[in-house]
């Protein structure tokens, strides 16, 4: 156990899910759609102002 554990002031619980872990069924089309917004936005992609980043 790394020291950062040990020296915790507190104890986590242990977490009960009574259901199995699983992915989204349409966690690719929302990534693509997140992808596509997301240059549509100017967040990914080259500056539209021409400017470096």
Do not use: C
Request: hydrophobic share 30%; aromatic share 12%; no cysteine.
């Amino acid at each position: 156990m790394s020291k950062a554990r040990q020296q915790q002031p507190f104890q986590l619980p242990e977490f009960y899910v009574p259901w199995p872990a699983r992915l989204n069924p349409n966690l690719e089309s929302a990534r693509v759609h997140t992808k596509a917004w997301s240059y549509q936005m100017g967040i990914l992609g080259p500056p539209r102002d021409g400017t470096e980043r």
